[in-house]
Every structure is written in structure tokens, then in C-alpha cells.
């Protein structure tokens, strides 16, 4: 029973919401336009620093929230500039290291005025504007099941704002997927050729994706701090995999996808964690192995998914870039 | 062209200003290592680092070659080629350590405790086995079921996630090292280095040299550059394109099993996420000096290392990673093709 409620606990939490944001902003990337973005990981930190830097210098929360966001456009916009008229691991590999490279200089010494280097910026340095917004009580608040605190840190308020903005985010989705401009993405993903043989600008369309996609990433990357604390080496490449292995759990192309998928990869993996550390005896698999040993299975679950079931619980084969 | 250069001046700006707004004491010690490089310390230690480069450049080019082959083969970036590095120097502890060892889920512990010079290539014979059960059970599969390659390469991503999270869940989170005894470093003119770093110039060189005479000299070898070159050419000529292709995964865990012990030895240890973190500088190599070309691995890795450890004398050494980075994206803003690969569309 105690493992159910774990797992429901860990279903509604709200990093799992910030983890089906930055799917989401991966969806439009990779599910309606077919970009390989191997650097979402990248554009989260972004978010991340972005915010909790402009709060530290004191200015206000919207301002904040823009300037995470506003990092992640930039960024989307110099990865692009190069990479987005070259064949498509191109702009993998071009990801994944600028994604390193944000890393990097966030651990970097020469930074740690502003990025507190590899241990990051501390939770309590950022989050109270955020939590002085809450009109939930300053105490700890027991709804069913569940036990919580009102308005700090991982809270009824950061879990109800996180799930809205995932649900905003998942309307967004499903209105641009179908309107003419994301028919237009899915052409591109389709068939890049016929759909500049259209007269369609087809780098200014995969361009606009790429931010569109990138912002949102940031935005789950600043929900995510909210509810942990600031820190280069949790955003690194595992991350990204991550986010790859559930969206393509939920549906590539598909509204709800990466909210299924999100909720699915993060039960399972506590379900998998307590299941083993209740069941296997600890002199088989010490408690310090329990986290590379999911992790394992998470890998191996990425490579049966896309071999055998590249659309997900919910997707459409036709509707895969590959 | 102008683009490249445009982004290049940007990027050079935006690190600079970042640079400078980090405290004054970054400032500071920037400065000194100005005025120092004036003095001959200074050349002494751009001297020093470039022969560091050098060392990690080759240490470098016997781990991405293998990469590089794999790309020309079979048009696979493979993501899990990092794990191979880390496997090989594992494997070698793993036979060699007078300590303790056990397999993941068996409650039984064991030493094998092997003296250095067999389990060392016991260790890169293991691997290569590896590499053989690689192909076997994914890869030719997935060539046979016609799977996409970026599916592939996505495929990759995940044995690459099972594959260092199995190492770390096998030999712990901690660096181990291979042997105990502490390298001396000798000084020779302006450059300090131990004995150990030496030899593994040499295995280094012998190694790439067998590469290069096995790729320019035999059948088989020749063989395996017309499949690189066309495939599809390559078997309507009678090549045997999937035992060809089994082969180049042999060499590549092999070599990358080989340069990753040599890397243990280099930086005395090395941990579970090693061959990681060296992935991306195995990428940047490969691209820098050509994708699938296979000399271009080998200059691609010598200027990424060189860049990487020189870059220290005047950036703080945690970028250093990041500058070779950075170099990769620089390069692919120019020269998509790399330096040696040939002009041809990619987009």
C-alpha cells in the first residue's frame, strides 16, 4: 500500500510536471518537426539560471520567468543559425555538446559569482517570491493520501501551477499542431524537399519550432527549480535521455504524450525502486545500487521502445520522423 | 563564410564578457598568465601543455577512430562508443585489482589479481569479444529489420545510458586505479614527463600505425575502405559488406578498450562516467577531421587535444572541455565536411 501511494506521490509531483513541460517543448522539436534535439537538457539549465539569477539580482518574478525564457530563445537561436541547414545528427551532435557547454560554464570556477560553480545556486536564494504568491496556508497540508507542504518548495501550489502550465502548454500544442503552420512543421518533417518546392521557407519554419520548443524547455527547466534547487550536473546528458525515453513512451506527435509519458517514466521508476528495495535482498543489490540499476533499465527500455514500438502507448507509426 | 565568422566573433564576445564579469580575481590571474607568457616560464608551459595535448590527442584519436570507422561503415554516430573506452580500462582493473571483486546480482566476492601486462590485454581481447557480441545481437539485427538510422542512433543513446549505469552498479561510483605505483615525472628540456606517459605515446603510435598499415596495405583493410566509400558498390564488387562491418566493431571496441586503459594509466584512475564525458570530445575529433574519413580521426583528435590543453594556459582549465566544444561548432559553421572529408551536401 505504501508503495502505491509512492508511486501516485510521485505521479502528481511537480518535477514530474516540469519533466512533461520540457517533453513538450521536445515534442515540438522532435515530434512535429523532426528535429533531433539532443540538448533540451541545455535549454532547462538555461531556464533555470536565467531565473534564479535575475531573482538573486533582486528584480521581479515576471521579469525572471522572461529572462529564463528569453536565454533559452537566444540559444535556440545561435544553435539554429548553423546547424539547421545541415543534415539532421548534425544538429544532434551541435545539441548535445552546446548543451555541455552551458554545462561547463556553469560548473566552471570562473562563473561562481554568478552560478555558485558545481554546487549550484541554493533553493532558499530564488524561491520566495514564487512562494509568497501561494494562497495556500504556510504548513503542511494533507489532502486524501497525500501530505505536502502549502507553499514550499515541492508544494499543493507549486503542483497545482506546474500542472496548469502543462496543461496550457499542452493546448498550445494541440492548437499550433493543427493549424496551417504546424501542418506546415509536419510537412518539413515528412518531406523537407517537396515542402520547399511549395515555397515555403523551410529553415525560418524548423527555426521557429526550435525556439517555440526550447522556451518551453525552459519553462519546465525554472518549474523544476522551483521545486529542487539549482544545479549544472542535474541537467546533464542523462537528462536529456530522460526526456527522449518518455516521450517516446507517451507518443511522439501527440498532445498528451509527453504528459503520459512524463507520469508513466517517473511512476514506474519509483514503482521499480521500491519493488526492488522491498523484494531483493540487500546483500544482492546494496540501496546504493538501486539507482544504476533502474537507470539500466530505463536505457534498455529506450532502445526495446524505439526498435519495437517507436510511436509509444499513444502514437500514430505515420506520424514519426523516422 | 561570413555567417561562421559573424557567430564566431559573437560567441568570442559573449565568453569574454561572461568571463570578465566573473569576479576580478578570474581578471587577475588572467592577466598574470599574460605576463607570464612573456617570461620563459610562460613558453616553458605553453611548451609543457602542448605536449600534454599531443598525449591526449593520440589517447584521444585511439578511442575515436574506432568511431570514426563505425561512421564510414555503417553511417551509425554511435553514442554508446564512450562506455567502450570505460569498459576496457574496467575489464583491465577488474582482472588486475589484488582487491576483491563480484559480478552485479551474484553474492559471491573473488580476486583474480593478475599481474598488469596480461590482464591488460586480457581486458582489450574482452572487449573486442564485446564488440563482436555488439554487432551480433543489435546491430546487425537492426541493419537486417532495415531500422532507421536515426533510430539506430537513438538506440545507441539507450545502450549508452544501460551501459554506464551497469559500470557504476558493477564497480561503484568512485575512480579505481589500474596500477598502485606512483609514475615519476622526469624533466626533459621543457617538458616534465613520467615514464608510464611515454610507453603509452608509443602503444599509442604503434597502434594507429597497425590501423593505418591494416587500412592501407591488406585486402581486408581495403576491403573495409570500399565500404566506406559505397557500400552498396562495395558488395556488388563481392566485398562481404557484414563481415566487414562485424570486423570494424571488433577493431573499434578493441582500440577503444586500448585507449581507455592508456587514459587510466594517463590521469592515474579512472571512473565510471570517464568515457562519458570523452564522448563529446570524440565527436567533436571525428567531425572536426572528417565524419567516417579514416585519417580524420587521427588529426581531428591531435588538434582537439592540443586545443583543449593549451587553451588552459590562458582560460581556467574547468573550460577546457568546453573550448573543444566550442571548436566543434565553430568548425561546423565553416567546414561541415571536416578537414579532410570531401565538400558534398549534407542538408
Known amino acids: ?322 | 563564410m561570413l555567417r561562421a565568422a559573424l557567430v564566431f566573433v559573437v560567441a568570442a564576445v559573449g565568453i569574454t564578457a561572461i568571463l570578465s564579469m566573473g569576479g576580478t580575481a578570474q581578471a587577475a590571474t588572467e592577466t598574470e598568465a599574460v605576463t607570464t607568457a612573456a617570461t620563459s616560464g610562460g613558453t616553458n608551459l605553453l611548451i609543457q601543455n602542448l605536449f600534454n595535448g599531443i598525449v591526449f590527442g593520440l589517447l584521444l584519436a585511439l578511442a575515436s577512430v574506432g568511431l570514426s570507422l563505425i561512421y564510414g561503415t555503417t553511417g551509425l554516430s554511435n553514442f554508446a562508443h564512450g562506455e567502450m573506452v570505460t569498459f576496457g580500462a574496467m575489464i583491465t582493473y577488474f582482472l588486475a585489482t589484488p582487491q576483491a571483486v563480484s559480478f552485479p546480482l551474484l553474492p559471491f566476492e573473488f580476486t583474480v589479481n593478475w599481474p598488469f601486462w596480461l590482464a591488460a590485454p586480457a581486458g582489450i581481447a574482452i572487449a573486442t569479444a564485446l564488440g563482436w557480441v555488439q554487432d551480433k545481437i543489435i546491430w546487425s539485427q537492426l541493419r537486417r529489420r532495415r531500422v532507421a538510422m536515426i533510430q539506430q542512433m537513438i538506440v545507441s543513446i539507450g545502450l549508452s545510458l544501460a551501459l554506464v549505469n551497469f559500470i557504476q552498479w558493477w564497480m561503484g561510483g568512485r575512480p579505481v586505479r589500474l596500477v598502485t605505483s606512483i609514475d615519476p615525472r622526469k624533466q626533459y628540456g621543457p617538458i616534465s614527463v613520467g615514464n608510464v606517459t611515454l610507453i603509452s605515446m608509443v602503444i599509442a603510435i604503434v597502434a594507429l600505425l597497425a590501423v593505418a598499415f591494416f587500412l592501407q596495405r591488406t585486402r581486408l583493410g581495403r576491403a573495409t575502405r570500399a565500404v566506406s566509400d559505397n557500400p552498396a558498390l562495395a558488395s556488388a564488387s563481392g566485398i562481404k559488406v557484414d563481415s566487414i562491418i562485424r570486423i570494424v566493431w571488433m577493431m573499434a571496441a578493441g582500440l577503444a578498450a586500448l585507449g581507455g586503459i592508456l587514459l587510466a594509466l594517463y590521469q592515474q584512475g579512472i571512473g565510471f562516467d570517464d568515457g562519458t564525458k570523452l564522448l563529446m570530445m570524440m565527436f567533436a575529433a571525428v567531425t572536426l577531421g572528417g565524419l567516417g574519413h579514416p585519417y580524420g580521426a587521427l588529426v581531428g583528435s591531435l588538434i582537439i587535444g592540443v586545443v583543449a590543453e593549451v587553451s588552459t594556459v590562458w582560460l581556467p582549465p574547468d573550460l577546457k572541455f568546453a573550448t573543444a566544444l566550442g571548436i566543434l561548432i565553430i568548425v561546423l559553421l565553416v567546414r561541415p565536411q571536416g578537414i579532410l572529408g570531401k565538400a558534398e551536401r549534407v542538408g
Open chain 1, 1 to 322: 500500500m505504501d508503495i502505491l501511494f509512492d508511486v501516485l506521490r510521485t505521479a502528481i509531483a511537480p518535477s514530474t510536471a516540469a519533466f512533461a513541460l520540457a517533453a513538450i517543448g521536445l515534442n515540438f522539436h522532435f515530434g512535429l518537426t523532426g528535429l533531433l534535439n539532443m540538448g533540451q537538457a541545455g535549454f532547462m539549465l538555461l531556464g533555470m539560471y536565467g531565473f534564479a539569477i535575475s531573482i538573486q539580482q533582486g528584480w521581479p518574478i515576471w521579469v525572471a520567468i522572461l529572462v529564463g525564457l528569453a536565454a533559452a530563445a537566444i540559444f535556440a537561436v545561435l544553435l539554429g543559425w548553423p546547424t539547421l541547414k545541415l543534415r539532421g545528427d548534425y544538429l544532434a551532435i551541435v545539441t548535445i555538446a552546446a548543451a555541455e557547454m552551458v554545462r561547463f560554464l556553469g560548473r566552471s570556477q570562473s562563473l561562481a559569482g554568478l552560478t555558485g560553480a558545481s554546487s549550484g545556486i541554493r533553493g532558499s536564494d530564488y524561491k520566495a517570491p514564487f512562494e509568497e504568491l501561494s494562497p495556500f496556508p504556510d504548513a503542511i497540508v494533507n489532502i486524501g493520501p497525500f501530505s505536502m507542504h502549502g507553499s514550499r518548495s515541492s508544494s499543493w501550489w507549486l503542483t497545482t501551477v506546474t500542472w496548469a502550465i502543462v496543461l496550457l502548454c499542452a493546448g498550445l500544442f494541440w492548437r499550433l499542431a493543427n493549424s496551417p503552420w504546424g501542418r506546415v512543421l509536419k510537412g518539413i518533417r515528412e518531406d523537407e524537399d517537396a515542402v520547399r518546392s511549395l515555397g515555403k521557407n523551410v529553415y525560418s519554419y524548423k527555426m521557429q519550432a526550435l525556439i517555440i520548443g526550447g522556451v518551453i524547455g525552459a519553462l519546465g527547466g525554472i518549474t523544476w527549480a522551483l521545486g529542487n534547487s539549482v544545479q549544472p550536473d542535474s541537467m546533464g546528458r542523462p537528462t536529456t535521455f530522460w526526456l527522449w525515453t518518455l516521450l517516446l513512451l507517451g507518443g511522439a506527435a501527440t498532445v498528451f504524450g509527453p504528459v503520459l509519458g512524463s507520469i508513466l517514466f517517473w511512476s514506474s521508476l519509483t514503482l521499480v525502486k521500491s519493488l526492488a528495495s522491498a523484494f531483493i535482498p540487500s546483500d544482492v543489490l546494496a540501496p546504493t545500487e538501486l539507482e544504476p540499476f533502474s537507470l539500466v533499465l530505463v536505457g534498455v527500455t529506450l532502445m526495446l521502445l524505439v526498435v519495437f514500438r517507436p510511436q509509444g502507448v499513444l502514437g500514430n507509426k505515420k506520424e514519426l520522423a523516422f
